[in-house]
């Protein structure tokens, strides 16, 4: 039972490159949502997926894009990634809202 | 007034000491609430969930007052094994899917 897992561990990208990040639950847990962590801002919601199929913007969607995969993956992408994206991103995963949330252990992402 | 707000600290403490964090939130809606702790360069993990009655686990108590919009985490005689960023998190409330706002953190600093 590995939880919540997340690919890459570590990322750099060029301004205006983009890539995907990966998340996967083995929980069976119907909720998972993208984070991400700036020194001084503390979490942020970038978009959660309440249930398999259904997405929803959080505090700061722009720049990004998901997709629930299946019920076990949610994918975080960045089309054209800025510095300001440079950051720690974190995925999470919940059996029911508004119920703990399982975090994977992150990605480290710079965008030069 | 911010939606969830906490000292930052940092807190440096003895071993064996007696630590109180406290917290405020802005959104009565809010329904549920939780610390969570974060070591250095790690994920959040749920540390306990706070009840109107209170509740303790071990060496840690959580308390939550709605009148006041106020929660607070007592830890009794701290462990060098304690030193982490505890975040103060509530549910958005108001039907948002059990969306989390995370506090921006109290770093707390347990020396021998």
């Known amino acids: 039972n590995a939880g919540v897992t997340q690919t890459p561990k570590f990322q750099v990208l060029k301004t205006g490159q983009s890539m995907t990040l990966q998340c996967a639950q083995d929980m069976n847990h119907n909720s998972m949502y993208w984070y991400r962590q700036d020194p001084g801002m503390g979490l942020r919601l970038i978009y959660y997926?309440?249930?398999?199929?259904?997405?929803d913007k959080g505090e700061v969607p722009n720049g990004y894009n998901v997709s629930r995969l299946n019920k076990r993956e949610f994918s975080l992408r960045l089309e054209s990634a800025a510095p300001s994206q440079t950051s720690v991103y974190f995925c999470a995963s919940s059996s029911l809202a508004p119920d703990t949330q399982y975090f994977g252990p992150g990605t480290r992402l710079t965008v030069l | 007034r911010k939606e969830v707000e906490q000292d930052p600290g940092p807190f440096n403490v003895p071993e064996g000491a007696t630590v109180a964090f406290n917290c405020t939130y802005s959104?009565?809606?809010?329904?549920?609430f939780f610390w969570y702790r974060q070591d250095c360069r790690k994920e959040p993990k749920l540390l306990m969930s706070v009840y109107s009655s209170g509740n303790e686990d071990g060496r840690f108590t959580a308390q939550l007052n709605r009148a006041s919009q106020y929660i607070s985490l007592l830890i009794r005689d701290s462990k060098l094994s304690d030193s982490a960023t505890y975040l103060c998190v509530v549910t958005r409330g108001g039907g948002s899917q059990g969306n989390l706002i995370f506090g921006k953190g109290t770093k707390l600093s347990v020396k021998p």
């Open positions: 997926s309440a249930s398999e199929g259904t997405t």
């Open positions: 959104n009565s809606a809010s329904q549920s």
